[in-house]
């Protein structure tokens, strides 16, 4: 079984908030399979469905942001999965909003669920969709900024994305990250400045 994590921050405070990006597309590719990830299990909200013959789980971590690997360690064990199984989901502020990013492996960026879940696994070696949010102004501050609603004029460029999210998930489960790294990392929604 594919388990599929978003990451974010549970409760409606941070619902809409950048840093749960994760969850919102967790939330997308439930509605298009049909389900409602509602079920509690462990430390996280589940799901199972199929796609394509190819049973998933969806997570949401419900240990907030930083205590992500918890959740997502006791699933993989619980079901026998292996990291080849795994992909995480999760904002990247070093993308710009309108972006998304496969990849496999490598370091955290900063990204506290991403720390979390590298030492519960004890790797690295797991694959990622970063969603783009793009960087705050230098006078805000990253952790406030994670924390903030997506812009109004922003909104209809997000839904895109986590269209695109959607799309490319669905590519992931069939065929895999470097299939889905050459057909989505150079896609870009942003709107063209003048």
């Not at 064990?77 to 909003?97: A, P, R, T, W």
Request: proline share 3%; charged share 25%; aromatic share 6%.
């Amino acid at each position: 079984m594919k388990l599929i994590a978003g990451l974010g921050n549970p409760g409606t405070t941070y619902a809409h908030t950048r840093h749960n990006v994760g969850f919102m597309v967790i939330d997308r590719l439930a509605a298009s399979l049909g389900v409602a990830i509602e079920k509690k299990q462990g430390q996280a909200l589940v799901s199972q469905a199929v796609f394509k013959g190819e049973r998933l789980l969806l997570v949401k971590p419900q240990t907030y942001m930083n205590l992500s690997g918890n959740s997502v360690m006791e699933l993989l064990n619980f079901y026998k999965d292996g990291i080849d199984d795994l992909i995480i989901v999760h904002d990247d502020m070093d993308i710009e909003l309108g972006r998304i990013r496969f990849r496999n492996g490598g370091g955290t960026g900063g990204h506290r669920g991403l720390k979390s879940i590298t030492e519960r696994l004890g790797s690295n070696e797991y694959d990622r969709l970063k969603i783009g949010i793009g960087r705050p102004s230098e006078h805000i501050k990253p952790e406030v900024f994670v924390l903030q609603s997506f812009q109004t004029e922003e909104k209809p460029i997000l839904d895109k994305v986590l269209n695109l999210a959607l799309e490319g998930l669905e590519n992931w489960i069939a065929e895999g990250c470097v299939s889905s790294m050459n057909k989505f990392n150079s896609q870009n929604l942003a709107p063209r400045s003048e």
